[in-house]
């Protein structure tokens, strides 16, 4: 079975600063999917960007970059020129390519932005 | 304006009854899923659907049960078997494709206290 892991449950940065959340994740797969989903305090959750695995480029949107290491199964998320809306909680989600349409999800980092 | 809706938002009950957590969405998507999250641990799958009238367990399905009478709604009974019920509850929907643009949409939740 796969699993994912965020390692940091808590992280702080100050607005305009950039800040780097860490997942790894273990899969037996070659084909897979990989995403950060954000919950801010509405406990909405948010897609903020997504990986292809087979994709050796990394995925970016606006402000969010990620850092795709496959041989190491590691998945992190950069957040440049932080803002006050940015302060929420993260989730590193995988999803086989293969094998239905469930994401596994880490436990999560919760992140604080300083003013 | 399409979406998923769940209600209530707070749900309260007495130990020993069962309560039911609607889910509606009018995305027309195939697959619905509900999650149970606790603190510090992310997201759970309970159970999913990917057709009417069918549905599978996910990771914690016990003390739980579905139904999926109608493409549009996934409502979740949490039992009296249910050991530890208090948490928050999301349901999800998405199509069937395996892309990586299959994402998961969420509703807004719903926190179940059991007093």
């Known amino acids: 079975a796969q699993t994912v892991t965020q390692s940091q449950p808590e992280m702080s940065v100050q607005e305009a600063e950039t800040v780097t959340l860490s997942c790894t994740y273990d899969t037996s797969e070659s084909d897979y999917y990989l995403f950060w989903y954000k919950q801010p305090p509405s406990r909405q959750m948010i897609l903020v960007i997504r990986q292809e695995a087979y994709k050796q480029q990394n995925a970016t949107e606006n402000r969010f970059s990620v850092n795709f290491q496959k041989a190491a199964k590691s998945f992190s998320l950069k957040i440049s020129d932080s803002q006050l809306g940015d302060a929420a909680m993260y989730f590193c989600?995988?999803?086989?390519?293969?094998?239905?349409?469930?994401?596994?999800f880490g436990a999560g980092t919760i992140l604080r932005v300083k003013s | 304006d399409g979406g998923i809706t769940q209600s209530p938002k707070y749900l309260f009950r007495k130990e020993g009854q069962n309560v039911t957590l609607s889910c509606e969405q009018n995305l027309n998507h195939d697959a619905m899923y509900w999650y149970r999250q606790d603190p510090g641990q992310g997201l759970r799958l309970i159970y999913y659907s990917q057709i009417v009238n069918d549905f599978q367990k996910g990771d914690i399905a016990e003390g739980y049960s579905v139904s999926r009478e109608k493409k549009e709604s996934f409502p979740l009974t949490v039992t009296s078997a249910q050991k530890n019920p208090t948490a928050f509850y999301l349901c999800?929907?998405?199509?069937?494709?395996?892309?990586?643009?299959?994402?998961?949409?969420f509703g807004p939740g719903t926190r179940l206290t059991v007093l």
């Open positions: 999800a929907s998405s199509t069937l494709s395996r892309g990586a643009y299959n994402e998961q949409f």
């Open positions: 989600a995988y999803r086989s390519a293969l094998y239905g349409n469930k994401l596994v």
